[in-house]
DNA sequence: TACTTTGTCTGCAACGATGTATTTCACCAG
DNA sequence: CTGGTGAAATACATCGTTGCAGACAAAGTA
């Protein structure tokens, strides 16, 4: 059997509730007390059982991270520096891949694996805002960048739109007049995607250049959507300078089918994405993009769910955070 | 307040231990009752609390996995199939991220991570065999694919040897004599690097040619890493005509840096990886690489941990697995 | 009839910590 | 010497489950 606290509270002469205050440095303790405590944990090898103290207190110390999977290395990097900035913090994040199914993002706000953590952090995907908040607890619930937008929701934002024309005005600014976007379809509106097309738009028209709906392409956020609709695109010998991948991702895959098409980038068409994963820097050539912040919001969403976790949730005035973002002019795109 | 299964109990106008029962799936009870206590469940959307379930029973259901980092492509990769392996068992992973170093590593071998998992998935990278050994607790302890071989762990091991053999004969094959070799030291022999060096050298000796220890870079095995390798190799004057990256982010970060500098891939100077990250499908020229079995691994190290979980500990057989690789040409070395 | 067996359900204690209220004690002012 | 004050330590209940032992019918056996 493991050592408990009972224990240590033998083994140094006092009460186990002494114990418990040494431990959670109780102001109020003579130092020749708190020393003998100290001794009888070193000596015993005493590790508080934090199941034990998660439910008695009703904290578990654990913030939720709710995002479509793992392997997409946008999120990975985000969880990593989530995961990071709530360690320094003495919380541990458990992550939950939604796999982008409602489902699963439902079962995620609700159940189960909110009784296992404090908070949530949430990439929504599929959900909308109402069923959020129709599906959400009572506990700290923070979205993160993407999807939603709803003054009821603590969120921290990517400024998708803005950063999505300043990519497109750089595009315009190299010379570049027939620019095809990979990701979006022509109506949208909301979400990423819809907030970076209309910033995407809206670069045009500042630009008076017109735009063109058959050179906005619907496909799956990943590379091999990319891949697909950049050859979709050239086998319907649509005409186009430059493409704007809606993530890096798209962008990446959609370079690689460039390329393998005998296309010269930038030379002939220019390729930029948006996010600035890692990988973005050593593609060849390497990646024009946007960075959205990523350190920043995973530093100040794990900050504002904290805050509300420990804080009084009283105050509910709900907080929006924009991240700020740069632009990362590479070889892809001069 | 939260809904208990005492309310849940006065609802059903049955004893807490029946809900207990059913909730547990109890054999001997009557279906009415069955049905009567559902109800309840459901008219008072009534959840188990699972760390009270935790407390009494000793067990999280939850696995930790101790990685370097998710930043990191292969171990995002790695790490969302483990969590999806681990969920269709019912069990959560709670992720650790060492970030290469040996105090976090043993912290996360020790302590309270421990006490929030019932088993453990350990990436080892700083750690020997004793240390781990030593550091342990007696909970169920898998370790994966990559530094550490000892005939007292359980572990599910990548083909370390074999595979960087297989690759660097494909090289040969395709004519190439002088392969250098990104991230290891010379006289290296344990560990992955030390591993997958020894299976160079035998693919060379095996063909004949002769090892040349001047064309063996140590450097991170990052992008960077591999980038600056490549940078040295060329600026030292060195002779080569294939780069063996010891992991994909190495080869990567070579392959960019050699197109950089003018070098043809695969005509002047091919490259080859190790690992089949997603990334290395869409580079360009895409990467010739070896898939390590990294779905396989996933779900063996999953099954057998579970296994060491749930059976009887007391059988005490080490159970060592091995991963069947697999070569794939791509266009970075034909 | 009396006694076991089987099925169904219940009560109590316990997991290991923390919150609240209370007690003990030392110290100092009056 | 008493009373008041605040520091230091303690007692007890409690968080929401599950393990164990037992109660109590109904059914089977001798």
């Known amino acids: 059997m493991a050592v408990t606290m009972n224990d240590v509270a033998k083994a140094a002469g006092v009460s186990l509730k002494t114990v418990s205050n040494v431990i959670n440095n109780y102001e109020f303790i003579r130092p020749a007390t708190k020393q ?12 508080t059982n934090l199941t034990a103290r998660s439910l008695r207190s009703g904290k578990t110390k654990m913030l939720g991270l709710v995002l479509a999977d793992l392997s997409i290395p946008y999120y990975a990097e985000l969880a990593s520096d989530i995961m990071k900035a709530a360690w320094s913090r003495g919380y541990r994040v458990l992550v939950e891949q939604s796999g982008n199914e409602a489902e699963h993002e439902k079962a995620a706000l609700q159940g189960q694996f909110r009784s296992l ?28 960048g993407e999807f939603v937008q709803d003054p009821r929701l603590d969120m921290v934002l990517i400024q998708n739109h803005e950063a999505a024309a300043a990519v497109t005005t750089h595009l315009l600014a190299g010379g570049r007049r027939r620019i095809a976007v990979l990701g979006a379809d022509d109506g949208e509106t909301t979400g990423s995607a ?30 091999d959507g990319g891949a697909g609709a950049v050859a979709r695109l050239l086998d319907s010998g649509a005409d186009f300078d430059a493409v704007f991948g809606l993530n890096d991702a798209l962008a990446l895959g959609a370079l690689h089918e460039l390329l393998v098409r005998g296309k010269r980038v930038p030379e ?59 632009l990362r002019v590479r070889k892809s795109a001069t």
Request: charged residues 25%; aromatic residues 6%; glycine residues 8%.
């Open 36 to 47: 003998r405590v100290l001794d009888a944990i070193d000596e015993l090898g005493y590790e």
């Open 117 to 144: 953590t404090d908070g949530l952090l949430f990439i929504p995907l599929t959900l909308g805002a109402q069923q959020i908040i129709d599906a959400a607890g009572k506990k700290p619930l923070v979205l993160l």
């Open 194 to 223: 819809g907030l970076r097309l209309s910033g995407y738009k809206a670069a045009l028209a500042d630009a008076g250049v017109e735009y063109d709906p058959a050179l906005v392409v619907r496909c799956e956020w990943r590379r």
């Open 268 to 326: 002939e068409i220019a390729v930029a994405g948006f996010d600035d994963i890692e990988e973005a820097r050593f593609a060849s050539p390497s990646l024009t993009t946007v960075a959205p912040g990523r350190a920043e919001i995973a530093e100040r969403a794990v900050e504002l769910l904290i805050e509300r976790i420990e804080g009084n949730m009283a105050a509910p005035e709900v907080r929006q955070l924009q991240a700020a973002f740069e």
